[in-house]
């Protein structure tokens, strides 16, 4: 069975920077498409980038477009999320997923247990 573990979550100002890992173990993922999605309270979970298995094409929700990049390694089984130029409304609880190529949660079959990331002054 296939584990991803999130880290990198944390305070951070409005305008700093994050990068968030995501370490997959268990089994490979790198016929899997990878995407990050978050959760702020009382809303739901809303998805952020994706990343193909092959091509490393990749996909931004619009209000991380420009900020955001993800990226991927297959040869270490890591996929990454760098946050660039944060917002207070980046608050959330960040997950990493794997499964098939979307922007839908209802796509990926394995879930990360999340990692907060507060934006605040």
């Known amino acids: 069975q296939g584990q991803l573990v999130e880290s990198g979550g944390g305070l951070v100002q409005p305008g700093g920077s994050l990068r968030l890992s995501c370490a997959a173990s268990g089994r490979t993922f790198s016929n899997h498409a990878m995407g990050w999605f978050r959760q702020a309270p009382e809303k739901e979970r809303e998805f952020v980038a994706a990343?193909?298995?092959?091509?490393?094409?990749?996909n931004y929700a619009d209000s991380v477009k420009g900020r955001f990049t993800i990226s991927r390694d297959n040869a270490k089984n890591m996929v990454y999320l760098e946050m660039n130029s944060l917002k207070p409304e980046d608050t959330a609880v960040y997950y990493c997923a794997a499964g098939s190529w979307s922007d839908s949660p209802r796509s990926y079959d394995y879930w990360g247990q999340g990692t907060q990331v507060t934006v605040s002054s």
């Open positions: 990343i193909s298995r092959i091509t490393s094409r990749t």
